[in-house]
């Protein structure tokens, strides 16, 4: 439901990125897509969570993906 999107996504939003991830693994009926800064200069990190590989496609070369 609406409300419950709202919050998940307010709550994604404040909490830490592993924190963000820890949970939404315990919940397999969320799905999470997370840009996060990439270790290395000009590089992006997607973590994705509760979503199957071919759900994502990623067509930008300085994003790396994480599965979870």
């Known amino acids: 439901n609406a409300a419950e999107a709202d ?10 990125p592993d924190d963000a991830i820890a949970f939404c693994r315990t919940r397999p009926d969320t799905s999470l897509l997370l840009l996060t800064p990439g270790n290395r200069h ?17 067509t930008q070369p300085h994003i790396r993906v994480r599965w979870h």
Request: net charge negative; proline share 4%.
């Open 7 to 16: 919050a998940l996504a307010t709550a994604m939003f404040v909490l830490a």
């Open 42 to 58: 000009g590089e992006t990190e997607l973590a994705v969570v509760n979503l199957a590989p071919e759900s994502v496609e990623v």
